[in-house]
Nanobody
Framework: EVHLVESGGGLVQPGGSLRLSCAAS????????MTWVRQAPGKGPEWVSTITKGGDRTYYGNFVKGRFAISSGNTLNEVYLQMNSLKVDDTAVYYC??????WGQGTQVTVSL
């Protein structure tokens, strides 16, 4: 059974940083691209970032503008999203997943004064 468990969200002030983690199990982790998406209140899902299965290439949504970095664990079946210079508009539930159909339960990120 596929399990994707996100963690690391929380409340942070504008300009702050958070590091999200996604623990994966139940599938061949190293053979899939892993993706982060987010969903803000009242809005549809928005693609954030993808890392290739080898971890050698990363892709980001235009809004990221160098603020976020996706990575995967060397020995753990985990994918991370380091988020810096956070803005109020980054407030959303962040989900990790693969294949476009498998997603975790999400972790809430709130950026506010």
């Amino acid at each position: 059974e596929v399990h994707l468990v996100e963690s690391g969200g929380g409340l942070v002030q504008p300009g702050g940083s958070l590091r999200l983690s996604c623990a994966a199990s139940g599938f061949a982790f190293g053979t899939y691209e892993m993706t982060w998406v987010r969903q803000a209140p009242g809005k549809g899902p928005e693609w954030v970032s993808t890392i290739t299965k080898g971890g050698d290439r990363t892709y980001y949504g235009n809004f990221v503008k160098g603020r976020f970095a996706i990575s995967s664990g060397n020995t753990l079946n985990e994918v991370y999203l380091q988020m810096n210079s956070l803005k109020v508009d980054d407030t959303a539930v962040y989900y990790c997943g693969y294949g476009g159909i498998h997603w975790g339960q999400g972790t809430q990120v709130t950026v506010s004064l």
